[in-house]
């Protein structure tokens, strides 16, 4: 009887077990958000670049270059199809990548996303997440415009 009973609860054992498991087998990291105010154009820097904080999960600086000083940049109808590198700095490291996206020369709307390629210190784990953004541009065209300000929710996804 205590032979049977043993060789019952072993079995119930390894039949339960990678269900107990599972959970921290398959648990995936957690995306994070927030949003960024990017600025472009003197006094900032160059127009091929922006710069700004970043505020939410992470907090810090956002900046993003365009790839080969925009050069790669097309236009289709009324979008701009752009391409950037960029470097989010925190208090205790750094996540770069770089992103690919659109913006409507029309409504001055944008989206963009990429691979985190970087992560250095407490940022380390984000290394191959997905960063993403939307947002709004000032209107670059306007009389007089000294700089562009872009206003964004961002994300970072395993």
Same mark, same amino acid.
Do not use: Q
């Given at each position: 009887?205590?032979?049977?009973?043993?060789?019952?609860?072993?079995?119930?054992?390894?039949?339960?077990?990678?269900?107990?498991?599972?959970?921290?087998?398959?648990?995936?990291?957690?995306?994070?958000?927030? #949003?960024?105010?990017?600025?472009?154009? +003197?006094?900032?820097?160059?127009?091929?670049?922006?710069?700004?904080?970043?505020?939410?999960?992470?907090?810090?600086?956002?900046?993003?270059?365009?790839?080969?000083?925009?050069?790669?940049?097309?236009?289709?109808?009324?979008?701009?199809?752009?391409?950037? #590198?960029?470097?989010?700095?925190?208090?205790?490291?750094?996540?770069?990548?770089?992103?690919?996206?659109?913006?409507?020369?029309?409504?001055?709307?944008?989206?963009?996303?990429?691979?985190?390629?970087?992560?250095?210190?407490?940022?380390?784990?984000?290394?191959?997440?997905?960063?993403?953004?939307?947002?709004? #541009?000032?209107?670059?065209?306007? +009389?007089?415009?000294?700089?562009?300000?872009?206003?964004?929710?961002?994300?970072? #996804? +395993?």
């Amino acid at each position: 009887m205590i032979g049977k009973t043993t060789a019952a609860l072993v079995t119930m054992l390894f039949l339960t077990l990678p269900f107990l498991a599972a959970p921290a087998i398959s648990a995936k990291p957690k995306a994070l958000s927030g #949003t960024e105010v990017i600025y472009s154009g +003197p006094p900032y820097g160059p127009a091929d670049h922006w710069a700004g904080p970043i505020t939410g999960a992470i907090m810090g600086t956002v900046e993003f270059w365009e790839t080969n000083g925009g050069a790669d940049n097309y236009i289709v109808g009324n979008t701009e199809h752009f391409f950037e #590198t960029f470097l989010i700095t925190t208090y205790c490291g750094t996540i770069s990548g770089s992103d690919k996206g659109l913006w409507s020369l029309v409504t001055f709307v944008f989206r963009a996303g990429g691979p985190v390629t970087g992560a250095t210190g407490c940022d380390a784990g984000l290394a191959g997440f997905k960063f993403h953004e939307l947002g709004v #541009t000032s209107d670059p065209f306007a +009389p007089n415009m000294v700089y562009v300000v872009g206003i964004a929710s961002w994300s970072l #996804t +395993p």
